[in-house]
């Protein structure tokens, strides 16, 4: 008996993977989703220099999460009811619960900082001491010294050792007890931060 050749289009046809299935809308919102995701991941990332300056960042992101996992359930929870099996029920509920609790921190950060209202206010503390640190993504040679270009910048705030993270050597004159002055803005949620410009 012999083996009959394939049907015309049979491999363009059968062996494709689901995702060229879809038809040219289904593809957009993909893409859409993803670029989406990348741009958070971005921003996250240049969040993260006033996450190092905000004053009990802990809080905020604690408080964060616990919103992005109300906010996530409850919408993963309603928007799954109208899958038709378990396993799509877990799949949306995922694709919804996820991303808002990762990114939640995020958004607490952002609207912390872009939806406040109140004046920035001049601060005295008493200056601590400040760490010089190297950070280079790509590494040092083995021999190389390079100069610290991150500095960790401590000081005593209301009774309480806070550091944050500047880019720039400041108060370089300063010795532990000198009383130094910091920009404070007042977040939308209590949350204040150091402002350094």
């Given at each position: 008996?012999?083996?009959?050749?394939?049907?015309?289009?049979?491999?363009?046809?059968?062996?494709?993977?689901?995702?060229f299935?879809t038809?040219?809308?289904?593809k957009?919102?993909?893409?859409?989703?993803?670029?989406?995701?990348?741009?958070?991941v971005?921003?996250?990332v240049?969040?993260f220099?006033?996450?190092?300056?905000?004053?009990?960042?802990?809080?905020?992101?604690?408080?964060s999460?616990?919103?992005?996992?109300?906010?996530g359930?409850?919408?993963?929870y309603?928007?799954a009811?109208?899958?038709?099996?378990d396993?799509?029920r877990?799949q949306?509920f995922?694709?919804?619960?996820?991303p808002?609790?990762?990114?939640?921190?995020l958004a607490?950060?952002?609207s912390?900082?872009?939806?406040a209202?109140?004046?920035?206010?001049?601060?005295?503390?008493?200056y601590?001491e400040?760490q010089?640190?190297?950070?280079?993504?790509?590494?040092?040679?083995?021999?190389?010294?390079?100069?610290?270009?991150?500095?960790?910048?401590?000081f005593?705030?209301?009774?309480?050792?806070?550091?944050?993270?500047?880019?720039?050597?400041?108060?370089e004159?300063?010795?532990?007890?000198?009383?130094?002055?910091i920009?404070v803005?007042p977040?939308?949620?209590g949350?204040e931060w150091?402002?350094?410009?």
């Open positions: 008996m012999k083996n009959l050749p394939p049907e015309p289009g049979f491999f363009e046809k059968k062996n494709k993977p689901a995702f299935k038809d040219a809308g289904q957009l919102k993909v893409w859409l989703i993803v670029l989406s995701l990348l741009a958070l971005v921003l996250y240049f969040e220099t006033y996450f190092d300056n905000t004053f009990d960042v802990q809080g905020l992101i604690i408080r999460l616990i919103l992005g996992a109300i906010a359930g409850a919408s993963g309603f928007a009811k109208k899958a038709d099996d396993i799509e877990i949306i995922l694709l919804i619960f996820v808002l609790l990762v990114f939640s921190p607490g950060s952002l912390n900082r872009l939806l209202t109140a004046p920035d206010k001049i601060e005295k503390v008493e601590w400040t010089g640190r190297v950070v280079d993504r790509f590494g040092t040679l083995k021999d190389e010294k390079p100069a610290a270009n991150t500095f960790l910048l401590f005593m705030r209301q009774g309480k050792l806070e550091r944050i993270k500047t880019k720039n050597l400041l108060f004159n300063a010795e532990r007890g000198d009383t130094i002055e920009n803005r977040g939308f949620w949350y150091v402002a350094l410009n």
